[in-house]
């Protein structure tokens, strides 16, 4: 006796196929001529296959979901939604949920029921730019299946940070400059980032009166120069200048921030260096509490005089 094995050549859907039916033939290859009168050599049966249901897990439309959301979303401002389906002939509703894991700030939330997705706290596209989170489906029969699909979410700038000054200035002015001399070069720097990238604007406040000592010269690619006005800066007159300076950004709408820089008159010899903290501003120092000293002198001195 030899058998005939039936073996799957594809894979069996019991939603889309459950019965088959195929046609079977047995031949004898060594026929004995000597029977050949008395019977056939061959036989046909029909095979009936039947495909029995499993139950699978839901299966997500999409493989994968991306979505942008800007970063002033409103919290409860719905953004996408997610969709999976039972498969099985008897189609078991589907719960949803996102793994806590991937989303361990609790920025977004889910309905368990259709699938859409909504902002659950406000974002900040400066702190976190992409989101990548896993959600699943699960069916609500008896076996609990389950699937998860992975969601990106893109975080989009808004420009909601002032720019600044890109340092803290410590500008110093010689005495011996002349008008139009460059005296400090200004840079900003600005968290957000817009698409079309950075475009800061300096200028003075007020920037209608103008200024007799100092101009802001935009350089109009992002940094600015404060320039001298004039050539008669000595220490005698005035040792030093308050210049407020504007940077603003290119919005919408622009924001900007107010910085005031002090500008210290300097001697400048014979290094050409304004000195930091130094001999110059330890004698200015001295000088105030030598004046403070004398001052409580005279004090104690007149009233010694008056008794
Ligand atoms: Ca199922
Ligand atoms: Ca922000
Ligand atoms: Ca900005
Ligand atoms: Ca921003």
Redesign the pocket.
């Known amino acids: 006796m030899q058998a005939g094995v039936v073996l799957l050549a594809k894979p069996l859907n019991y939603e889309s196929k459950k019965r088959y039916v195929m046609a079977a033939e047995a031949v004898n290859d060594h026929i004995d001529t000597r029977f050949l009168p008395l019977e056939e050599f061959r036989d046909r049966t029909t095979l009936k296959i039947l495909v029995g249901d499993v139950d699978e897990p839901p299966v997500f439309l999409s493989s994968v979901y991306e979505w942008n959301v800007p970063e002033n979303a409103a919290v409860g401002t719905v953004f996408g939604s997610v969709s999976a389906r039972d498969t099985d002939s008897f189609s078991s509703p589907i719960r949803y949920s996102i793994d806590k894991r991937t989303d361990g700030t609790k920025a977004f939330k889910i309905d368990p029921n259709n699938g859409t997705i909504a902002v659950a706290k406000a974002l900040d596209r400066e702190t976190t730019e992409w989101y990548n989170m896993t959600v699943e489906a699960k069916e609500t029969t008896q076996n609990h299946l389950s699937s998860s699909v992975v969601v990106f979410i893109k975080v989009l700038d808004i ?5 600044r000054l890109a340092r803290d200035y410590q500008p110093y002015i010689c005495e011996g400059t002349q008008a139009g001399d460059l005296i400090q070069l200004l840079s900003a720097v ?3 980032e ?1 698409s079309e990238g950075h475009h800061f604007y300096f200028s003075m406040v007020p920037a209608e009166r103008i200024n007799p000592n100092f101009t802001v010269r935009d350089n109009q690619d992002n940094t600015a120069g404060i320039v001298a006005r004039r050539s008669t800066f000595t220490r005698k007159d005035q040792t030093q200048y308050l210049l407020p300076v504007v940077v603003a ?1 290119s ?1 919408p709408p622009a ?1 900007s921030s107010t910085s005031t820089l002090t500008i210290r008159v300097c001697s400048c010899h014979p290094t050409g260096h304004c000195p930091t903290g130094g001999v110059e501003a330890l004698a200015l120092n001295m000088s105030v509490s030598m004046q403070t000293l004398l001052g409580i002198l005279v004090c104690l001195a007149t009233v010694t005089d008056g008794r």
């Open positions: 420009n909601d940070n002032v720019p600005d968290p957000d817009p950004d919005g924001l």
